[in-house]
């Protein structure tokens, strides 16, 4: 199948994927596309349809499903917002207005991510590596809420009596007090699919005054489920950042992890780790 063909073949395939979301079997898709191929005088064999699904999935658009013979179904796409003048506005996230008093969550990331490159990475020792504010991608399909860190770290290291190289995953999810910071331990646990490690990272700047920070229950979920938690008072000081709990190392499934990478790091990102893993 030359690659005229494999493009229009694997549009005309995902145009048979619902739009609802709803799983289609694998079995129903490629006797409906070899139907649509032999109408125009060509043949689809079980491996041409399974090089233009498996592309449709490498793409991000299309996901594999429960069933037998197994099914996909289509990639939710999170809608950009839409200003006041009606105009659709593309690849951009509406920032979130915090309420008086508050700081808002999405103007903690710029300055911790600058923090964890200069300080986290360093005190343990990751060298090689990339990394991404992941919590506002406009109009990439992310797979949800709590498939999506606020930021991510993918370190490639090295070990002295370790044979060759491993890519670890290192996800944050940011909280700008600790109203919120037990769901977020709890969306940190779900980034453990395709993390190595995950952290909760919690701004604590308004319980300075306070000699006991209130956060037992975090500190108990968080170890409970091998979820690692920090805690900082100036998101752009390093200084201020104290690890209460240390990430546990997961193990997730390496097609998990590649997922991950493929559909939410950007591709000049994904073009260094390459460089790096060579």
């Known amino acids: 199948m030359d690659a005229t063909k494999k493009n229009e073949y694997a549009a005309l395939l995902l145009g048979m994927v619902p739009e609802t979301g709803t799983n289609v ?4 898709l490629r006797q409906q596309l070899r139907t649509e191929v032999s109408r125009r005088g060509d043949e689809l064999t079980d491996q041409d349809y399974w090089t233009l699904r498996d592309s449709l999935i490498d793409e991000g658009v299309i996901a594999q499903g429960r069933g037998k013979g197994g099914s996909v179904h ?6 950009a917002p839409v200003p006041d003048g009606g105009a659709e506005l593309v690849g951009q996230q509406e920032q979130p207005v915090a309420e008086p008093g508050r700081i808002a969550e999405a103007n903690l990331y710029e300055p911790f991510h600058s923090a964890v490159k ?4 360093k005190e343990n020792r990751i060298k090689r590596f990339i990394s991404q504010i992941t919590a506002s991608q406009g109009r990439r399909a992310t797979g949800g809420k709590w498939t999506r860190p606020d930021l991510t770290i993918v370190a490639v290291r090295s070990y002295q009596f370790t044979p060759g190289k491993r890519l670890e995953v290192i996800t944050f999810e940011i909280k ?7 769901e977020g331990a709890y969306e940190a646990l779900a980034h453990s699919a395709f993390a190595h490690r995950s952290y909760l990272a919690v701004d604590i700047r308004a319980y300075a005054d306070q000699d006991d920070i209130p956060d037992d229950r975090i500190v108990q979920e968080c170890t409970r489920h091998g979820v690692g938690y920090l805690t900082f008072s100036d998101p752009a000081n390093y200084d201020t950042y104290e690890i209460v709990c240390t990430a546990r190392l997961n193990e997730p499934d390496p097609y998990e992890v590649d997922n991950f990478i493929r559909t939410q790091i950007n591709p000049e990102y994904q073009e260094e780790l390459r460089e790096h893993l060579q």
Do not use: K, Q, W
Not at 25 to 28: A, F, K, R, S, V
Not at 118 to 121: K, P
Not at 176 to 182: K, N
């Open 25 to 28: 079997g694998n079995l129903t």
């Open 118 to 121: 200069a300080g986290y990475v």
């Open 176 to 182: 700008p007090d600790l109203d919120g910071a037990l």
């Open 74 to 79: 289509r990639v939710a796409i999170e809608a």
